[in-house]
């Protein structure tokens, strides 16, 4: 059970807002963060670090968390802009919107590796997905938000099969890379391998 988080409680923090982020590594589409807060008594033994988790579970875990906690926001950086500003930039821009958008009072951030400039204060703990309940809830909301989102373009652009790799540098995203190109506002062209291809001088491989 996920409980590291509970050592921070005291008379001065009641609440404690988790946040985390998806889709830091993959070729396309947004990075997508998102921010929980739960009851400090709140036990759910199902909820652990979303990479952990098959798609099946991680769906039913997003239903009971949506219900279950006292808030939820969610940010979401598109890929332009994360060629503008780099992924470090557009993770952190995608969790300070996700935790704007917590519609609830909290005394404490904890963020997974990851310190944000708030605030509130917040403590960046290495591997929080998998040591907080708050943070780990954080991670499935953002990876089922995330994953959503690129079944929406897998809709859009069914040649290149977004819904079997989401983004990912998967053998065949780039063999639908190499046949078709990146696609303008979904690809992030700042990253190597879509340099590489658009510039023809290094094999993907």
């Known amino acids: 059970m996920l409980n590291f988080e ?3 409680y005291s008379k001065d923090i009641h609440y404690i807002a988790g946040v985390d982020e998806a889709g ?4 396309l589409g947004p990075v997508v963060a ?10 759910n033994p199902l909820i652990d670090d979303s990479k952990k988790l098959s798609a099946k579970k991680r769906a039913d875990l997003y239903d009971a968390i949506i219900r279950d906690a006292l808030a939820v926001g969610i940010g979401i950086v ?3 802009e994360i060629d503008k500003i780099n992924i470090l930039q557009a993770s952190k821009k995608a969790m300070k919107i996700a935790i704007d958008n917590l519609n609830y009072s909290y005394q404490l951030i904890i963020s997974d590796a990851t310190a ?5 204060k917040t403590i960046p703990i290495v591997k ?3 040591k907080c309940l708050n943070v780990a809830a954080a991670s499935i909301i953002a ?25 990912y540098g998967t053998k065949e995203h780039i ?31």
């Open 6 to 8: 509970n050592q921070y």
């Open 24 to 27: 830091r590594g993959c070729w």
């Open 34 to 43: 998102a921010a929980v807060i739960f009851p400090p008594d709140y036990i």
């Open 78 to 80: 598109d890929a332009e």
């Open 116 to 120: 944000l400039d708030t605030k509130v």
């Open 128 to 130: 929080a997905d998998a």
């Open 143 to 167: 990876k089922v938000t995330r994953d959503r989102i690129c079944d929406q373009l897998d809709e859009q652009f069914p040649e290149y099969h977004i819904k079997n790799h989401k983004g």
């Open 175 to 205: 063999e639908v890379l190499k046949k078709f190109g990146p696609i303008e506002g979904v690809h992030r062209f700042s990253y190597r391998p879509i340099k590489q291809l658009l510039t023809q001088k290094i094999s993907l491989f």
